[in-house]
């Protein structure tokens, strides 16, 4: 199993930027990727972006230009740069680690971090 924890989740003015910060740890080892879901009140949860194991990214068409995913593997941490916030951004982000398994494709999550973009 792996344990995640986000962290950089705030309030930001429409327009501004935040930095997200997931730290994974346990079996780390049968990671092949992770990225970033968000979830607002009422909706589903949707990917925002992943990232693989080699660095090869992708994201949703609605945070293409303006959020980066990138990893530090030696830190076992992926971050989420998001500029150029938008009131629709507002939601709780969450981490996820994507794992092989004999069962096959094992997601373990974090407790999710609030983003609140709002004047």
């Known amino acids: 199993q792996v344990h995640i924890v986000e962290s950089g989740g705030d309030l930001v003015q429409p327009g501004g930027s935040l930095r997200l910060a997931c730290a994974a740890s346990?079996?780390?080892?049968?990671?092949?990727?992770m990225g970033w879901y968000r979830q607002a009140p009422g909706k589903q949860r949707d990917m925002v972006a992943t990232?693989?194991?080699?660095?090869?990214?992708d994201y949703a068409d609605f945070v293409k230009g303006r959020f980066t995913i990138s990893r530090d593997n030696a830190k076992n941490t992926v971050y989420l740069q998001m500029n150029n916030l938008k009131p629709e951004d507002t939601a709780v982000y969450y981490c996820?680690?994507?794992?092989?398994?004999?069962?096959?494709?094992?997601?373990?999550w974090g407790q999710g971090t609030q983003v609140t973009v709002s004047s």
């Open positions: 996820t680690s994507f794992r092989a398994t004999i069962s096959g494709r094992q997601n373990d």
């Open positions: 346990g079996s780390i080892r049968t990671i092949y990727a």
């Open positions: 990232i693989t194991n080699s660095g090869t990214p």
